[in-house]
């Protein structure tokens, strides 16, 4: 076999075997395929596209090409959760000990984040003491004990696609369902998952900016899952602007616990219901998806759930008491008022803007080994569709600079207000099972 006849053929716009597959991923993670031909290829595919049978095999092949999670020795069914992102995400941080607490085993490997703001275990730690350096054993033991445990990103897991991913993004070739659909899942997969829910951003904060791409990217992974025997299902939901009111970590951590405490955002509050749901009916701890809602419903209402957090917060070395006394959170040294200049209706707030901002006070990273500061960030008052009165303060900015303008400027920019009324957006558009 010849990687330049593979090439042609793709280029062709013709159907790769699977034996052709593997040998481009193996030939590619040995370091036998050289750079330019596998660029060549990923372009092959972004203009041509592939099949379902194709994106199964380059998903396995990819998992193949690494160390996979064994997590057969935790009871029950292992459902794992991925969301393609946006600002103000902080979903896994109250959708993980809410569906533990209704029984689902959560055994998270999580990362950090490049981007706005941190990733989870950036967030989670900004709780004082809490860490995810523990072994696979005590990983397992924790999970089956606590129902949940997180840890960061662990072994050589999908190899192939690192090499891939990082070639994709020098080449133009990042945004191509086929190559971003087997990227995603071939890491759920390595990472031990009995089953998937995705939840696919739509909207200017997301990496995929329309309805129609969103939908394209979910029913190619859902197939993905089918293909590969693992139930999978996908929601899109809406990052037209961030979710919830807080961006930054400690704050984001802050709103996750109001939330499990019942006291949370209407948006964070109800995807996190709806793809909790999904879990517990996936892992099979409820026989409908009325019951599951049902059950974490309760979950909060009773307090489980925010127990169950923080047994997983002290379980990590982490002080729960910060549930009770949020003082104990990192906390930045300056806070300012954005007020708004005119009166009006909230029209649009560009999720991906703000999310800029957050990042130039320092809350996430612009390379991979930038600090990040914990304490600060945004809390926006208002959302699409509300209304402001004028000199009424929309965000409050937490800060550990005094000077700010860029952000302020930004803020303003990306915020509109108008006379116009507005109607507040879709947060969710469609479950593809
Ligand atoms: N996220 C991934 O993990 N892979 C992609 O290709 C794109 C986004």
Same mark, same amino acid.
């Not at 999580?110 to 990983?139: W, Y």
């Not at 616990?257 to 909790?276: A, Q, S, V």
């Not at 550990?400 to 879709?426: A, C, G, H, M, R």
């Given at each position: 076999?010849?990687?330049?006849?593979?090439?042609? =053929?793709?280029?062709?716009?013709?159907?790769?075997? =699977?034996?052709?597959?593997?040998?481009?991923?193996?030939?590619?993670?040995?370091?036998?395929?050289?750079?330019?031909?596998?660029?060549?290829?990923?372009?092959?595919?972004?203009?041509?596209?592939?099949?379902?049978?194709?994106?199964?095999?380059?998903?396995?092949?990819?998992?193949?090409?690494?160390?996979?999670?064994?997590?057969?020795?935790?009871?029950?069914?292992?459902?794992?959760?991925?969301?393609?992102?946006?600002?103000?995400?902080?979903?896994?941080?109250?959708?993980?000990?809410?569906?533990?607490?209704?029984?689902?085993?959560?055994?998270?490997?999580?990362?950090?984040?490049?981007?706005?703001?941190?990733?989870?275990?950036?967030?989670?730690?900004?709780?004082?003491?809490?860490?995810?350096?523990?072994?696979?054993?005590?990983?397992?033991?924790?999970?089956?004990?606590?129902?949940?445990?997180?840890?960061?990103?662990?072994?050589?897991? !999908?190899?192939?696609?690192?090499?891939?991913?990082?070639?994709?993004?020098?080449?133009?070739?990042?945004?191509?369902?086929?190559?971003?659909?087997?990227?995603?899942?071939?890491?759920?997969?390595?990472?031990?998952?009995?089953?998937?829910?995705?939840?696919?951003?739509?909207?200017?904060?997301?990496?995929?900016?329309?309805?129609?791409?969103?939908?394209?990217?979910?029913?190619?992974?859902?197939?993905?899952?089918?293909?590969?025997? =693992?139930? !999978?299902?996908?929601?899109?939901?809406?990052?037209?602007?961030?979710?919830?009111?807080?961006?930054?970590?400690?704050?984001?951590?802050?709103?996750?616990?109001?939330?499990?405490?019942?006291?949370?955002?209407?948006?964070?509050?109800?995807?996190?219901?709806?793809?909790?749901?999904?879990?517990?009916?996936?892992?099979?701890?409820?026989?409908?998806?009325?019951?599951?809602?049902?059950?974490?419903?309760?979950?909060?209402?009773?307090?489980?759930?925010?127990?169950?957090?923080?047994?997983?917060?002290?379980?990590?070395?982490?002080?729960?008491?910060?549930?009770?006394?949020?003082?104990?959170?990192?906390?930045?040294?300056?806070?300012?008022?954005?007020?708004?200049?005119?009166?009006?209706?909230?029209?649009?707030?560009?999720?991906?803007?703000?999310?800029?901002?957050?990042?130039?006070?320092?809350?996430?990273?612009?390379?991979?080994?930038?600090?990040?500061?914990?304490?600060?960030?945004?809390?926006?008052?208002?959302?699409?569709?509300?209304?402001?009165?004028?000199?009424?303060?929309?965000? !409050?900015?937490?800060?550990?600079?005094?000077?700010?303008? =860029?952000?302020?400027?930004?803020?303003?920019?990306?915020?509109?207000?108008?006379?116009?009324?507005?109607?507040?957006?879709?947060?969710?558009?469609?479950?593809?099972?």
């Amino acid at each position: 076999m010849r990687m330049v006849d593979l090439i042609e =053929k793709k280029r062709d716009g013709k159907a790769l075997t =699977k034996k052709e597959i593997r040998y481009i991923i193996e030939g590619y993670t040995a370091g036998e395929i050289p750079d330019y031909q596998m660029s060549a290829f990923a372009m092959a595919v972004f203009f041509r596209g592939m099949t379902e049978e194709e994106m199964a095999e380059l998903t396995m092949a990819m998992v193949d090409s690494g160390e996979k999670i064994d997590l057969s020795e935790i009871k029950g069914i292992k459902v794992d959760k991925h969301s393609t992102g946006g600002v103000g995400d902080k979903t896994t941080l109250v959708l993980a000990p809410l569906v533990a607490s209704a029984g689902v085993p959560v055994a998270k490997m999580s990362g950090r984040g490049l981007g706005h703001t941190g990733g989870t275990i950036d967030k989670l730690e900004s709780i004082p003491g809490f860490h995810v350096e523990i072994d696979n054993r005590q990983f397992v033991h924790l999970v089956n004990q606590n129902k949940i445990a997180v840890v960061g990103q662990t072994g050589n897991l !999908t190899p192939a696609d690192k090499k891939l991913y990082a070639l994709r993004d020098v080449t133009a070739t990042v945004n191509s369902i086929p190559l971003i659909a087997s990227s995603i899942m071939s890491k759920k997969i390595a990472a031990g998952a009995d089953a998937i829910v995705l939840d696919v951003k739509t909207g200017s904060g997301a990496f995929m900016k329309n309805i129609e791409e969103s939908k394209k990217l979910a029913k190619a992974m859902v197939k993905i899952g089918e293909n590969v025997g =693992k139930k !999978t299902i996908a929601v899109i939901s809406d990052m037209s602007q961030p979710l919830g009111f807080a961006i930054g970590n400690a704050l984001e951590v802050q709103e996750a616990i109001d939330t499990l405490k019942g006291e949370g955002p209407e948006d964070l509050t109800e995807l996190c219901l709806t793809l909790g749901s999904y879990m517990v009916y996936m892992a099979e701890k409820a026989d409908s998806l009325e019951k599951a809602r049902k059950l974490l419903e309760q979950s909060i209402a009773s307090g489980k759930a925010l127990e169950t957090f923080k047994t997983f917060v002290s379980a990590q070395g982490g002080d729960a008491s910060i549930v009770d006394d949020p003082s104990k959170l990192p906390h930045s040294s300056y806070t300012f008022e954005l007020k708004a200049k005119e009166e009006g209706y909230v029209n649009e707030i560009a999720a991906d803007a703000v999310g800029t901002a957050a990042m130039w006070l320092g809350a996430g990273r612009a390379t991979k080994d930038a600090a990040i500061d914990l304490a600060v960030g945004l809390i926006l008052h208002k959302k699409i569709g509300d209304y402001v009165k004028k000199g009424e303060t929309f965000v !409050t900015i937490y800060s550990n600079q005094q000077d700010i303008e =860029k952000v302020k400027q930004t803020l303003y920019y990306s915020i509109k207000i108008s006379k116009n009324k507005t109607k507040k957006p879709v947060l969710i558009y469609e479950t593809i099972t």
